[in-house]
């Protein structure tokens, strides 16, 4: 795996748009192109001259927060339903030259400005910006980008400083990091591709964690939460 500088990133990124803009589903070569793309371009010039490895990318606006005081625990075993996660969020659009405020200690959902087209042979993740990072707002979660991705990205996104953070759609928010990778038959068929708004995604207790927690209980899953004296349910530890 190499990691592909900003000098290449340019330069494959100006080959794509080229192509694309010829509307030419071949390369000269005769194979179908695959086109890495991002989308508003970012500045080419500046990005071969920056000596950098990563592309900075834009928050878009739209934002996901959890609704307070209408979820006391979250409970992997009853999020099977995407709908039981969805009824505990709420959505916000904040246009350009507004902003979202994260309070300490508080949690949301964002989005790339950006579109992203990765390529078969691509794959990147995001990481949070030093200068973000020293101000109390933790970005993303090590997201992982996989060849043949189309979308925009959805973004964790964490106060952990002592003062709110006035967060501007527009503005650089986070890297990204590309790097080659072996070639994909399969392009990416996650829930994720072609979302334009954040996505929680989903969360399940699948069979085999299941089977595991039937082994260790040796009779059946116990119920999260204070039974009716006041102490944690039997196979529960809450700190």
Known sequence: MSLDTSPALAAQLQRSQREVLKLNPKSKKGRKFDPFIIAPMPDLKELKEGGAASVNIRLGTWFMAFRQGRLSLLDVKKLDQPDESMMQTKMHYVPFGGYFVLHPRSFVLGVTLEWLRMPNNRAGYVTSRSSWGRRGLIIATA??????????????????????????????????????ARKVREMDKSRFVGKRKPSLGDVAFDDFAKALARYGSGARLPEPGPNAGGEAAPGAVSV
């Open 143 to 180: 997201s992982g980008v996989h060849p043949g991705f189309s979308g925009c990205l959805t973004l964790e996104l964490t106060n952990v400083g002592e003062a709110p953070i006035a967060l501007y759609p527009g503005t650089d928010i986070c890297q990204f990091f590309i790097h080659s």
